[in-house]
Each structure stands twice: as structure tokens, then as C-alpha cells.
């Protein structure tokens, strides 16, 4: 506006001008005008400023809040000193405050993620210091995906803006050994293999399957697919190989994987370039996966038969990793009776979708301080993606009418050869 009318008010003799004169400069189209434009200007500015620089109004009230949490938690030192009267040469008896020590703690956003860095001194403070978990996600509306304790200083590595970290089924990627299922979420199945689905009826438990079989079919890996139920996996039968859900089958196809592995074991080790210490990839050698469809619930249909099942899973979880052959299990609750002897605690990644009670998460997640949070999303939920910190998770989004049939039949190319590791005969056939 100072830009408009500087020219004319440096020449408005303020001394006699009369207010009604002054006032009717206000209604000329000029002036108008000049309203307008100034309006349009701000608005850009503020526009450009909320798409272009909303993360550095963000990092501000972050930094203020933490320094608030210090503050009203008493998290500090200080000292009573004299205060100076109005004059100095007369004493006071009045004191004030004066902080001696405040902890340091370094803030940054970066790609998404918010790193949040606290000076250890072992201090009277230092236990609050090191347990921000809860303050953190609730206070900042994060959700916690590391916590690593470092030299001095402890750095907590939350995730801004989760829903915004959604990725399309396009996006979903596998390769060098990592499945990405949001923007800086992965499943490193070559480090930390195997994993656990759990979640109830509509929370996108079988998309989020499918995503994942189609995401893998882009590899040069090997799928084998077993769903109890003949439900909606089962319906892949007809354009991929290795699908099965009749019982016999399943039980053939379950001991021909675990055989298979134990196989590739002994290869790999006369393999002639064969290295300690190095997995499958290294030799060139495809991944295996063993996804298998509502667990709980073909353990329940075996019966006391489940025992020699539960044994052989128990040795694939905990032998599979080197030789590159993976579960993928899903279940509508982990039940500890199917899932025991420490078989739970070798499924590094572990997502729960829906809603769930507290004594599934509890199955799911083992003990834990998180408060878990219902919203009416598809496709949302919790993960644990080894690193024992659970974190808000959501599927990667597939359109509406997407076939996976379809897209799937594309991905591979049914063969009646015989495949490796397993095959039983009259698969999916009456």
C-alpha cells in the first residue's frame, strides 16, 4: 500500500487538509485498486510460503515446544541471585531466577524425518531425557521409528506427517534386498527376515498381500502362495503356478520348501565362489518366499497334526535368512499357541492393520509402552520393522477397480513344468 500512495501522501498537507477530503481519497478506484493488488500480493506470499517454506514455520513451533517441555518440566538448573534495584547504590532485597543449566538438544527435518538429538551428562534429569518417546509423538504428532543411543547423546528419528509418506502400489519397489512399502519405510528381507501380518476383517490385509506378491513377481524371485481359506489368493491360481489351498498340497508344498532349504545350504557351501559370512545374493541365487494366508486358522484345521508344521517353520525362520528362503505369514490375531518357542521373535517385520484389541497388539508387538490409536483409514495400522520401535503404518494405496488378476497374469507366465522347490500334483484342481 506504501508502494501505491507514498507519492501522494509526502505531498497531503496534513495541517489544513480537511478530514472530508482525506476521506474521499479512500473511495476513488485508485484506491481501490491498490487494496486489491496489496490483498492478491499477501496471498501469494502466504500460498508460496505454505507450499515452499511450511516445514520452517513447522521446525519453529517444534523448537518452541521442546523448549516449553523443558521449562514446565523443570528440567534444568538455576540459581536465586540478587536483583538490582531501580538504584544501584541502595540494596535489594528482592532475587530472581537465573538458569545455570539448560540440556542441549539439536533439531532437524530432513526428507520426512525429524531428528531430534539429547546431551547424556548423567545428570538428575538424565532418565526423562532418555524416555521422550511419548511426549515426542504426542506433542510433535509423530510417530517414533528409531531411537539409537550414541556417544553423549541419544538421538530419537521420528517420522513427520505419516500419511503424507504414502506411496502408490506403482512406487512399491524390490530390490538389493528391500521391499519399499512407504517413503522411508522398508523391509530388509535380507537382514531382517520374515514377516508377520495380523489385522481383522476390511483393514487391508489381503491387498496389502497382493501388493506385495505383485512387488515380488517384478524380481527374479520364487513364490509360493497357500491360503487354507480357498479365498481371495487362492483366485491367483489361475495365472500364476505354486497356488495352493487344499490341505494335502499345502502340507507337500510346505515340506518340499523346507527340504529345498536345506538343500540350497549344503550347495551353497561347495558353491566354488562361496564366501563366510556372505547370503544367497551373493552367489547369484533367487529369493524363495513362502506367503502363507490366515495361519492361525489351517493350524487350528490340523489339529494335533500342527506339531511337525510348527517344527518345520520353526527351523525355516530360523535357517532361511543365508539361503534366501522367507515367510510371509498373516493371521488375523498371532496366536502365542501357533506362534511360540521363540518363532514370533524371528519375524523381524511385523505390521498389525485395523483394528485390533490391546491383547493383540500385546500378541503382536510383545509388551510395550505404545498407545495405540483407532482411525476409520483402510489400509492403516502399526510396524515394527525390526528395530523393536513400533511406528504408524499405512499400506501403499492401490486404486479403485485395480486388478490384480490382471496385472499379476502380466508379472508371470503359467508353465506346466515342474517347479522348485515344490509342486504337488492336482494343485488346485477337483
Not at 509526502?10 to 495541517?15: A, E, F, G, L
Not at 539439536?106 to 551428562?121: D, M, Q, W
Not at 489381503?206 to 520364487?222: H, K
Not at 514370533?344 to 484389541?357: I, P, T, Y
Amino acid at each position: 500500500m506504501l508502494f501505491f500512495h507514498l507519492h501522494s501522501l509526502m505531498q497531503i498537507n496534513w495541517k489544513t487538509i480537511p478530514f472530508e477530503k482525506l476521506l474521499s481519497q479512500l473511495y476513488t478506484p485508485y484506491f481501490l485498486g491498490s487494496v486489491l493488488t496489496a490483498f492478491f500480493v499477501c496471498l501469494l506470499f502466504g500460498l508460496w510460503v505454505y507450499r515452499y517454506r511450511i516445514d520452517t514455520i513447522k521446525k519453529l513451533q517444534h523448537m518452541q515446544k521442546l523448549a516449553r517441555m523443558i521449562l514446565e518440566n523443570k528440567w534444568y538448573e538455576s540459581e536465586q541471585v540478587q536483583s538490582d534495584g531501580f538504584f544501584k547504590d541502595l540494596s535489594s532485597s528482592k532475587t530472581k531466577e537465573k538458569i545455570s543449566y539448560f540440556p542441549k538438544m539439536y533439531y532437524s527435518l530432513k526428507n520426512g524425518l525429524i531428528h531430534i538429538r539429547v546431551e547424556v551428562t548423567l545428570g538428575k534429569y538424565q532418565d526423562q531425557l532418555l524416555h521422550l518417546e511419548k511426549k515426542l509423538e504426542t506433542g510433535l504428532f509423530c510417530e517414533l521409528v528409531d531411537k539409537e543411543l550414541k556417544d553423549s547423546y541419544i538421538e530419537y528419528t521420528l517420522l513427520y506427517d505419516t500419511i503424507a509418506n504414502r506411496i502408490g502400489i506403482e512406487e512399491v519397489k524390490a530390490e538389493h534386498g528391500r521391499l519399499k512399502l512407504m517413503k522411508s519405510v522398508y523391509w530388509e528381507y535380507d537382514n531382517l527376515p520374515h514377516m508377520l501380518i495380523a489385522g481383522g476383517t476390511g483393514g487391508g490385509k489381503t491387498f496389502f498381500i497382493l501388493t506385495i506378491i505383485e512387488a515380488l513377481l517384478q524380481t527374479n524371485a520364487n513364490l509360493y502362495i497357500l491360503d487354507p481359506k480357498n479365498s481371495d489368493l487362492a483366485d491367483l491360481e489361475s495365472v500364476m503356478d505354486n497356488v495352493y489351498f487344499k490341505k494335502e498340497d499345502m502340507l507337500e508344498c510346505l515340506n518340499q520348501f523346507y527340504e529345498a532349504m536345506l538343500v540350497r545350504s549344503d550347495e551353497m557351501k561347495q558353491h566354488p565362489d562361496y564366501k563366510t559370512g556372505e547370503n544367497y545374493a551373493y552367489l547369484g541365487l533367487p529369493a524363495n518366499f513362502l506367503i502363507f494366508d490366515e495361519y492361525v486358522a489351517f493350524m487350528d484345521m490340523l489339529g494335533r497334526d500342527s506339531t511337525e508344521v510348527i517344527s518345520k517353520l520353526k527351523q525355516i525362520v530360523m535357517l532361511g535368512r543365508q539361503a534366501g528362503f522367507f515367510l510371509i505369514l498373516a493371521c488375523q490375531r498371532p496366536d502365542a499357541k501357533y506362534l511360540g518357542d521363540g518363532i514370533r521373535d524371528q519375524f523381524n517385520f511385523r505390521v498389525a492393520l485395523g483394528r485390533m484389541s490391546e491383547l493383540g497388539y500385546g500378541m503382536m508387538f510383545s509388551e510395550t509402552n505404545k498407545d495405540f490409536f483407532l482411525e476409520q483409514i483402510k489400509g492403516r495400522g502399526y510396524v515394527d520393522v525390526g528395530t523393536s520401535v513400533i511406528s504408524e503404518f499405512y499400506t501403499p494405496l492401490v486404486p479403485k477397480g485395480y486388478d490384480f488378476l490382471e496385472r499379476i497374469g502380466k508379472l508371470t507366465t503359467k508353465t506346466q513344468a515342474e517347479p522348485e522347490p515344490c509342486e504337488a500334483k492336482g494343485a488346485g484342481t477337483d
